[in-house]
């Protein structure tokens, strides 16, 4: 088993294609850890500024934070010394499993969290770590169909599925998330195969749809597609629910669409590197963002999937009317949790470079 979790690391170093160690925007890579400074490497734009100030002002603990676009990116950085360069990652639930395996992440103290109660039912316990040992949820991001219909009715297209993606009406009109899992993850599903599949031929199969999808792609960004979806750059595209969210907040045309198949979702987690000393600084941080009043300032500025139950029953009405941020029991219910495939994530990752390519 071990010697599995080790190649899968190397895959996913492979599958970085080499910007992981280039990962970042903040200053921990390229100076000396300072001993009252906490680092966090996180996704771009899933914790707003103005938290960090008010831990600090609470606290006197500072925050640097770095970012990364995907979690084979967090994982190349990681194996290659990214261990003794930051304190708490937010990883996604998949990866978690491989890190703890390789020694890259830290038991947790939820002893020490006041405010894990506040925490969805459904959100902890999940069967990647069933104890909370290694990671504290923060929250999820599942990849929703949005459409500008506005901007299809002038295409003369009509989406109702996945495969309606493939009409060549769509040519260089679509953004899709510059990530494997999430591209290939869909194809399996519409050629009647197991998004988690590892085995190699039947990750092949992916190749079809997503050939003739290839075309219709104009952008590949994990970043900021909704950017593309406000603007009428584009007139459809697979997109995280936040994105989906602001998209539809700017631009009235953009809708979602309810697809039979399912969503792919993911569970964002809070992890401690193994090489941490601040154990304490970083409960204290996760304790905060825990708190309803904080999350709910995350919530705001990024809507993803809430996960505290207490912050939900303060949410406005922008929030709560809005179906890419309050997603629907029916679209969660049905959403495929991204699995750990080990080392076959070379295969969607192969087949998703030939699609790009």
Known sequence: MKKMIQKMVTVLIVCSMGVGLMAGCGSSADSKKKDDTLYVYNWSEYIPQEVYEMFEKETGIHVVESTFSSNEEMLAKLVAGGTGEYDLIVASNYVIPAMKEQGLIQKMDTDSLENMGNLSDTAVGMEFDP????????????????????????????????DDLL??????????????????????????????????????????????????????????????????????????NMDAAKAIKINKDIKIVDVEQGNEIAYDNFVLTSESKKKEAAMKFIDFILRPDVYKI????????????????????????????????????????????????TYYDNVFSQMKN
């Not at 510059?178 to 988690?196: F, I, N, Q, T, Y």
């Not at 219709?216 to 995280?240: F, Q």
């Not at 969660?332 to 076959?344: F, I, Q, S």
């Open 167 to 240: 009409n060549p009406a769509f040519e260089n009109n679509l953004v899709v998330p510059d990530d494997c899992r999430e591209v290939v993850d869909v194809a399996l599903k519409m050629v009647g195969e197991d998004p988690d599949s590892t085995d190699e031929k039947t990750v092949n199969k992916a190749s079809t749809w997503l050939k003739k999808l290839a075309p219709n792609v104009k952008l590949y960004d994990s970043d900021t597609p909704y950017t593309a979806l406000a603007t009428n750059e584009v007139a459809a595209g697979l997109v995280y």
């Open 298 to 345: 995350c919530l705001e500025e990024y809507p993803c999937v809430c996960l505290n139950k207490e912050t939900l029953k303060t949410m406005g009405d922008d929030f709560i009317n809005n179906p890419a941020a309050n997603v629907s029991e029916e679209i969660l219910k049905k959403a495929h949790v991204t699995g750990d495939v080990g080392e076959a994530a």
């Open 131 to 162: 104890d909370n040992s290694y990671s504290i949820p923060y929250m999820a991001t599942i990849t929703l169909l949005a459409v500008n219909e506005a901007k299809c009715k002038e295409l003369g297209v009509e989406v109702n599925g996945f």
